[in-house]
Nanobody
Framework: QVLPVESGGGLKQPRGSLRLSCTAS????????FGWYRQAPGNRRERVAH???????SYADSVLGRFTISRVDAENKVYLQMNNLKPEDTAVYYC??????????WGQGTQVTVSS
């Protein structure tokens, strides 16, 4: 299975915004559900946003109303728009397909740090 490549992380102030992106061939996204995950130091990896193969979206309670997952086929990208960032959003963020998640197959991720 081919891994998506994440980008767009960085250092932001609380209440700021970031847009993360991941890139993969369209056939990878088309054949799988996909989601964004994050792992903070000392914590287990958690799913923050997901889009099923049937285009049903879901969000973790901690990010609901602040984060939005989207797919732009013309760009071969999946995005995570993050608004009203909080320090507890600090983590390494990963984009992945459901199949890769089941197989515990992950890319490098992109670091998001929210701090004043």
């Amino acid at each position: 299975q081919v891994l998506p490549v994440e980008s767009g992380g960085g250092l932001k102030q609380p209440r700021g915004s970031l847009r993360l992106s991941c890139t993969a061939s369209l056939r990878i996204f088309d054949n799988n559900g996909f989601g964004w995950y994050r792992q903070a130091p000392g914590n287990r990896r958690e799913r923050v946003a997901h889009r099923s193969s049937g285009d049903i979206t879901s969000y973790a309670d901690s990010v609901l109303g602040r984060f939005t997952i989207s797919r732009v086929d013309a760009e071969n990208k999946v995005y995570l728009q993050m608004n009203n960032l909080k320090p507890e959003d600090t983590a390494v963020y990963y984009c992945n397909t459901d199949l890769n998640v089941v197989r515990d197959y992950w890319g490098q991720g992109t670091q998001v740090t929210v701090s004043s």
